[in-house]
T-cell receptor, first 112, second 114 residues
């Protein structure tokens, strides 16, 4: 089974800190995605990547950046954390559309 | 552009009752359809998917979904729910020709009461 591993389940950071959320997948998937999940808003796509060193903005990229230096790792960066970035962050990977996504367990980030 | 509408944000039911979670999508092309389940404080897990062939697809834990092309729907059903089915359910659609992006609905919280 494909595994997508997010480095932290719970994270508490201070306003203004630079925050790194790490995601690693072990099945050589080309496509990787970062979402945030908030009550009533569902999943909102932040960034995605179809290949190493490639990134595309999703629906809500403001305040975030990403890095994909290796195929298996896709990092989400909060340049200067703010309280409105308190959320559940979900990473996913996929091979092709028909296979759907495999999700990590999520990182619940609280910015204080 | 594609979109997915889950008509109910919350569905409360009693244990052993039947349930239907509704999902409609808009797309002008052929699609793949998915249902994901999210248990509290976890990531999403694939429940079932429609790729082609039989319009009725089943999961291992008793859920089923039927693809209806004319109504652009993919409703999820279970004839008798358990307390353990309490979770949030997400419908998703992907163009057959796409790289792999899924469009998600906003989710339906199923709450099963004893």
């Amino acid at each position: 089974d494909v595994k997508v591993t997010q480095s932290s389940r719970y994270l508490v950071k201070r306003t203004g800190e630079k925050v790194f959320l790490e995601c690693v997948q072990d099945m050589d998937h080309e496509n990787m995605f970062w979402y945030r999940q908030d009550p009533g808003l569902g999943l909102r796509l932040i960034y995605f990547s179809y290949d190493v060193k490639m990134k595309e903005k999703g629906d809500i990229p403001e305040g975030y950046s990403v890095s994909r230096e290796k195929k298996e790792r896709f990092s989400l960066i909060l340049e200067s954390a703010s309280t409105n970035q308190t959320s559940m962050y979900l990473c996913a990977s996929s091979l092709r559309a028909l296979y759907g996504y495999t999700f990590g367990s999520g990182t619940r980030l609280t910015v204080v | 552009a594609q979109s997915v509408t889950q008509l109910d944000s919350q569905v409360p039911v009693f244990e052993e009752a039947p349930v239907e979670l509704r999902c409609n999508y808009s797309s002008s092309v052929s699609v793949y359809l998915f249902w994901y389940v999210q248990y509290p404080n976890q990531g999403l897990q694939l429940l079932l998917k429609y790729l082609s062939g039989s319009t009725l697809v089943e999961s291992i834990n008793g859920f089923e979904a039927e693809f209806n092309k004319s109504q652009t729907s993919f409703h999820l059903r279970k004839p008798s729910v358990h307390i353990s089915d309490t979770a949030e359910y997400f419908c998703a659609v992907s163009d057959r020709g796409s790289q792999g992006n899924l469009i998600f609905g906003k989710g339906t919280k199923l709450s099963v009461k004893p």
